[in-house]
């Protein structure tokens, strides 16, 4: 018997600890007294076993039953949705973290709109996004996905961000390496061709 789609979905989005770390690191900057966090298109839960205690209350978010059956073991309430209906309260989130989403949905801003209503005044949606450049690379090429819809510029992904009335802390470029030479590399790739996009936004308060 072959391998499920949920199990093949599973094994093709294992976090880069390096990238996960960072988000945790933006996060305690920009909002060091954040408890409740929501990471949308979960996984594995790599992002959620870094935690550690960071935040009171998090959750796994995704369509995989396996994904959230995970969750508890990374210290995590899992609940199985997609993305465009959030099954949590207006202004319940402090955070709401999507990595690798937005370029598979036909409708990007209905998630950014959730996302929106969600967290609380003053909280943040940090997300990530292939960039156009994404097109390029040999290796982790946007293409190679077949559940990919579109990529975003850096003006897009500023668009996206600002129509549902997020402001915009940054966006930044980056690529991520399987190795120390591959890590090199990505560093001086990030510069000329980064491969994908870390976008901060903030509600107002």
Same mark, same amino acid.
């Given at each position: #018997? &072959? ?5 093949? !979905?599973? =094994?093709?989005? %294992? =976090? ?15 909002? $060091? &007294? ?6 949308? &298109? ?10 550690? /205690?960071?935040? /009171? ?7 995989? *039953?396996?994904?959230?059956? #995970? ?6 309430? /899992?609940?199985?949705?997609? *993305?465009?209906?959030? @099954?949590?309260?207006?202004?319940? #989130? ?11 949905? @036909?409708?990007?801003?209905? #998630? ?7 967290? %609380? @005044? ?7 996004? $292939? ?5 390029? !690379?040999? *290796? ?10 579109? @990529? ?48 901060? /936004?903030?509600?107002?308060?």
């Amino acid at each position: #018997m &072959g391998p499920t789609m949920s199990n093949i !979905y599973l =094994e093709g989005i %294992r =976090e880069h600890p390096e990238i996960s770390r960072e988000d945790i690191r933006i996060l305690r900057r920009y909002l $060091p &007294g954040a408890h409740r966090i929501v990471d949308i &298109g979960c996984g594995q839960g790599g992002f959620l076993g870094l935690l550690e /205690g960071e935040f /009171g209350l998090a959750i796994g978010l995704d369509l995989s *039953a396996e994904a959230v059956r #995970m969750c508890p073991e990374r210290g995590a309430s /899992g609940i199985r949705s997609d *993305a465009l209906f959030l @099954p949590l309260r207006t202004g319940s #989130m402090d955070v709401v973290r999507a990595k690798k989403i937005i370029e598979h949905l @036909p409708d990007p801003l209905s #998630m950014v709109r959730e996302a929106y209503r969600v967290v %609380r @005044p003053g909280g943040l949606f940090l997300a990530h996004v $292939p960039s156009q450049y994404s097109t390029l !690379y040999p *290796a982790g090429n946007f293409f190679d996905d077949y559940t990919h819809i579109r @990529p975003l510029s850096r003006s897009g992904a500023r668009r996206l961000i600002g129509d549902w009335g997020f402001e915009l802390l940054f966006i930044h470029g980056y690529t991520a390496g399987r190795n120390k030479l591959e890590r090199g590399a990505a560093r001086l790739l990030a510069i000329i061709l980064p491969h994908t996009w870390r976008i901060l /936004g903030r509600r107002a308060p």
